[in-house]
């Protein structure tokens, strides 16, 4: 559909909404957001969408349920007044760790967000770095899954990697770090990371790969608590490395993850903008890269009808 843009954001994460409407040249979309005394949320769209191309941003930020609502209503409130198209922009997708039944009697999470945001009215998403890329096969609209993996190694490249090493967390994770490694031209390692309950410590048992005396750079999707980040440091440590750098796409940073990170041996934790980190989540060793031009480019391409498979990326 090639129609005339527009840009809107709920609260989740109004400095990418905008930094995105910077990077693509367009104001962002006029809209009040009231939350009353009940809870409930009112969505009042203040400009004209008929027949135009709405895009509306809200990342998985806390607090994460109410985002959710923000983002239905939103799409809710634009389709009934008759939007032309409407696509939904999720940076970090919620729930995204919710993909499988793998206990009885649980919800496939991500799949429900999947079916509310299809009968919410969004004819198509745009989202990021998903916890499991199957995640787009509960959509019966198209998904455009963008990758944070260029952003993160050109800012490596740019840095010293002599003796390093590309660390991935768990057997999980490994294919992901080693498109990286393959990108900086580093060689893996890979730890034998196990999770035996729903907490967020897990334990290391072994590593395959050469890791003592080195660099490592650990590559990892998200950090929410820090346990499994920590766990794997701790585990660097006993293994001999000599410096650790670690990377993630989402940071979401949640309970006291600041403080045992910023007391974590971690020399620096790259990270996106795709949740946005308060002022107060700032530690010195965190680096935040932005997403923006990325999305701003994925929001042009759509929105004239073009193929958006340049912006892919295989991390």
Do not use: W
């Not at 109410?66 to 970090?92: C, F, Q």
């Not at 992901?176 to 393959?182: E, F, Q």
């Not at 794997?232 to 993630?248: D, F, R």
């Not at 600041?258 to 974590?264: D, G, M, P």
């Amino acid at each position: 559909m090639s129609g005339k843009l527009k840009i809107f954001s709920g609260n989740a994460n109004i400095p990418l909404a905008e930094a995105i409407c910077n990077n693509a040249g367009v104001q962002l979309g006029k809209c009040e957001i009231n939350k009353f005394s009940n809870e409930n949320i009112k969505v009042s769209i203040l400009e004209s969408v008929r027949g135009q191309d709405v895009f509306i941003i809200q990342p998985s930020c806390s607090p994460v349920n109410e985002g959710i609502m923000e983002l239905l209503i939103m799409i809710d409130a634009v389709k009934h007044a008759s939007a032309g198209r409407i696509t939904a922009v999720l940076p970090y997708f919620p729930y995204a760790r919710s993909d499988k039944k793998d206990e009885p009697r649980i919800s496939i999470t991500a799949r429900l967000i999947a079916d509310l945001l299809e009968t919410a009215g969004a004819d198509r998403v745009i989202t990021m770095n998903l916890h499991s890329p199957q995640i787009q096969g509960f959509f019966r609209i198209p998904v455009d899954h963008l990758l944070a993996g260029r952003i993160l190694c050109d800012y490596f490249q740019r840095c010293s990697l002599t003796d390093c090493v590309v660390v991935a967390p768990d057997a999980g994770s490994a294919k992901r770090a080693g498109h990286y490694a393959i990108k900086l031209g580093l060689p893996l390692a890979i730890l034998d990371k196990r999770r035996s309950d729903d907490s967020e410590s897990p334990e290391i048992h072994n590593v395959i790969g050469d890791i003592k005396g080195k660099k490592a750079l650990i590559f990892d999707d998200e950090i929410a608590s820090g346990g499994s980040i920590l766990e794997v440091v701790k585990a660097l440590e006993k293994l001999g490395v000599e410096e650790i750098e670690a990377c993630c796409v989402h940071a979401v940073l949640s309970g006291s993850a600041v403080e045992k990170l910023a007391k974590s041996s971690i020399k620096k934790l790259v990270t996106t903008d795709t949740v946005f980190i308060p002022e107060y989540k700032k530690f010195p060793q965190l680096v935040v890269l932005s997403v923006a031009e990325l999305f701003a480019k994925a929001i042009m391409s759509t929105n004239r009808g073009e193929s958006i498979s340049v912006l892919y990326d295989k991390f």
